[in-house]
């Protein structure tokens, strides 16, 4: 199962000269938890606007908590290591899962083949869409049960009674 149903289509992303007090306001304004920091400089290394780091709220917090302070000037790319880890829009849901538990990480950008940001992968959305599954197998499951006492109680009805 390809990820492409399961990512989020609506991920906010910034320039990686954007300021930290920049990107936690879009964060509130968007009712996001995370902004995705595009490289937008055109270097031999890089695709222009492909991911470089991801700064979550928590990300802001923690560097807050560290020092008592956070200069709101911080430009995000401070927080971007410049080797976010990526899925391709063709990658399986399970082995993305795996890549990401493997790493720790709770989100995946998804990159189409020209490199380009298409979508974000959230454990968070994962566990809702499979947890509805789940239900939907384990109704499978209750439905069976409730179908096979229905028919065993109908067959009961209709055998004929023997008193000898």
Same mark, same amino acid.
């Given at each position: %199962?390809?990820?492409?149903?399961?990512?989020?289509?609506?991920?906010?992303?910034?320039?990686?000269?954007?300021?930290?007090?920049?990107?936690?306001?879009?964060?509130?304004?968007?009712?996001?938890?995370?902004? =995705? !920091?595009? /490289?937008? *400089?055109?270097?031999?290394?890089?695709? +222009?606007?492909?991911?470089?780091? =991801?700064?979550?709220?928590? /990300?802001?917090?923690?560097?807050?908590?560290?020092?008592? $302070?956070? *200069? +709101? /000037?911080?430009?995000?790319?401070?927080?971007?290591?410049?080797?976010?880890?990526?899925?391709?829009? #063709?990658?399986?849901?399970?082995?993305? !899962?795996?890549?990401?538990?493997? &790493?720790? =990480? $709770?989100?995946?950008?998804?990159?189409?083949?020209?490199?380009?940001?298409?979508?974000?992968?959230?454990? *968070?959305?994962?566990?809702?869409?499979?947890? /509805?599954?789940?239900? &939907?197998?384990?109704? !499978?499951?209750?439905?069976? %049960?409730? $179908?096979?006492?229905? #028919? #065993?109680?109908?067959? *009961?009805?209709?055998?004929?009674?023997?008193?000898?």
């Amino acid at each position: %199962m390809s990820i492409e149903k399961f990512m989020r289509k609506d991920f906010v992303t910034v320039p990686m000269d954007t300021t930290v007090l920049e990107a936690s306001r879009l964060m509130l304004d968007r009712h996001v938890g995370d902004v =995705i !920091i595009l /490289d937008e *400089d055109m270097d031999f290394n890089s695709v +222009p606007g492909s991911p470089i780091g =991801i700064l979550t709220d928590r /990300d802001i917090v923690l560097a807050f908590a560290k020092s008592g $302070r956070l *200069d +709101p /000037d911080c430009k995000v790319s401070t927080f971007a290591n410049g080797s976010v880890m990526t899925a391709s829009i #063709q990658d399986g849901l399970a082995d993305t !899962i795996k890549k990401m538990g493997r &790493s720790g =990480i $709770r989100r995946i950008p998804v990159l189409n083949a020209n490199k380009k940001i298409v979508g974000v992968l959230y454990t *968070d959305d994962c566990l809702e869409l499979l947890g /509805d599954e789940l239900n &939907s197998l384990a109704s !499978i499951m209750k439905n069976a %049960m409730k $179908r096979e006492k229905l #028919q #065993q109680h109908l067959e *009961d009805t209709e055998a004929p009674y023997s008193y000898l």
